[in-house]
């Protein structure tokens, strides 16, 4: 109970430095994104269709209940601008609200402050008075819709069209057809960035952004098999100029995505979707278990990012109350996984450091799923833990064997180590099998995966989720696991 209570105080002693780190006393700038970010998300809940009413009303929620535990962002998900009139849906034509430069501009009707220009500003404001930070979903390039029209092209700079070789340019000079959005083909185009009109019309989409107040942007269709690098470049260096209000620049969808890939646009996002989308059901979780090893093998876990570091993303957590994928229907039913592949869940995306972005219905947050995603340990280990990576040294179901080839495969167990700030261990067992397994680890087995760590021949452990104490553990870690569960040990080895 001591050593739980002292974990509580070293996380929220170490929450309030960081909140706290980018006022230096002597205006340096800090680095950006040095933990993995956390808030929410109003997709898995809201699906397109969130109002302001029902975002600020979440945002509150937030802030008096979450804010403290670290999730400090609040995010629009997609199609804020799309008006909710019948036969509307995501990739509806001709249903969108665009300025006379071709921009996306909030639906009034959903967002009645943005009325007589005001884009986000008034929603932006609401927040940060909260002690929160405002972010957005955005598609890459630019709609279909301002293409049909033919927009003249915003200099942000000059403040008037943008102006190159004796003539105006407008949207179907910089658009290219041939390149929509794979899951959005009616909405949205690349935009060619080797012209300076193509340049202009996004520094000024995502200057105007700035100027809302925006502090975090989801870019979506620009990752993954829609990956843009040109785009993403030209948006980095927007935010890259912004030293008074950094802005979490986020890549997605992350379908194909690869380590290869994220080499590419390595220091210049914060964060970026590595599978597609997460939705509550066990194979979604389950396929994430190799790509977030593969990631971790190739030390992207904190590489280098935006103006600081970069984390990949394993998605949203859709706990708790939610909709559908593709809905025009709010929130109205739970969360299909049973508690155990939630713990799994959360578990998982500690492991591997990923943002935590919870995408369930605050406003009805249930005790379960609080306890879930303010689990101390967990927030411990996803911010402040080192060496995270798979650990393929287990026991566990039919395999009967020991070692890389043994319980770690996609259908069996699987584990992941990681070490602490006080010298401690985490250790995480993962049953995929459908039936309760017994997993286990030589205790030796932990010096492969941490070289240059002298450890004891026995452990002290505590079981995080049972709240079970293991006491001292001769030789070798050892439990059964319950189907699609997990076991989350916390190990003195030295």
């Not at 193509?198 to 105007?208: D, E, I, N, P, T």
Request: glycine share 10%; with cysteine; net charge neutral.
């Amino acid at each position: 109970m001591k050593l739980f209570a002292l974990r509580n105080l070293c996380f929220f002693s170490s929450l309030f430095l960081y909140r706290i780190a980018s006022a230096n006393a002597d205006g340096r700038e800090t680095e950006h994104a040095i933990l993995p970010p956390r808030g929410w998300n109003s997709y898995d809940s809201f699906c397109w269709i969130i109002s302001e009413q029902d975002f600020l009303q979440s945002a509150d929620i937030v802030a008096k209940r979450l804010l403290p535990h670290g999730y400090e962002y609040v995010v629009v998900d997609y199609l804020w601008y799309r008006k909710k009139v019948k036969d509307a849906h995501i990739d509806s034509e001709g249903m969108d609200l665009i300025d006379e430069w071709g921009r996306m501009v909030p639906d009034p009707d959903r967002w009645p402050s943005s009325k007589g220009g005001k884009g986000f500003t008034e929603v932006a404001k609401k927040v940060h008075d909260m002690g929160l930070k405002f972010g957005i979903h955005v598609m890459k390039g630019i709609s279909n819709q301002a293409v049909n029209a033919n927009t003249l092209i915003y200099d942000y700079d000059k403040k008037g069209p943008y102006t190159e070789a004796g003539r105006q340019w407008r949207a179907q000079d910089i658009a290219i057809k041939e390149k929509p959005c794979a899951w959005m083909p009616h909405g949205f185009v690349a935009v060619n960035t080797k012209l300076g009109a193509g340049r202009a019309f996004l520094r000024s989409l995502h200057k105007q952004y700035v100027d809302w107040g925006v502090d975090f942007v989801k870019h979506d269709c620009a990752f993954g098999d829609d990956l843009d690098e040109g785009e993403i470049s030209v948006v980095s260096e927007v935010f890259k100029g912004q030293h008074n209000r950094p802005i979490i620049y986020s890549l997605s969808p992350g379908t194909s995505a690869a380590p290869d890939m994220a080499q590419k646009i390595n220091g210049l996002a914060n964060m970026y979707r590595v599978t597609g989308d997460d939705w509550d059901s066990w194979p979604d979780v389950a396929a994430h278990f190799s790509v977030a090893r593969d990631f971790a093998a190739a030390n992207m876990i904190g590489s280098r990012g935006l103006k600081g570091r970069s984390w990949p993303d394993l998605d949203m957590l859709p706990l708790g109350w939610l909709t559908d994928a593709n809905s025009t229907q709010g929130p109205y039913r739970a969360c299909k996984l049973t508690l155990d592949e939630q713990k799994t869940q959360m578990t998982l995306w500690a492991m591997a450091k990923s943002p935590l972005m919870f995408g369930g219905d605050v406003r009805k947050l249930d005790d379960t799923t609080y306890g879930l995603i303010t689990n101390p340990t967990i927030l411990e280990i996803d911010h402040y833990s080192s060496n995270n990576k798979e650990f393929p040294y287990i026991n566990g179901g039919k395999e009967g064997a020991t070692g890389p080839s043994a319980g770690a495969n996609a259908t069996g167990v699987r584990s992941w180590i990681a070490t602490g700030r006080q010298g401690e261990i985490y250790l995480a067992f993962f049953n995929l099998h459908n039936a309760k397994t017994a997993i286990s680890a030589e205790i030796a087995d932990l010096g492969k995966a941490l070289p240059g760590w002298k450890l004891n021949p026995s452990c002290k452990g505590t079981e995080i989720w049972s709240g079970k104490d293991f006491g001292m553990m001769q030789k070798s870690v050892s439990t059964e696991v319950e189907t699609h569960g997990c076991a989350l040990f916390v190990l003195n080895c030295k």
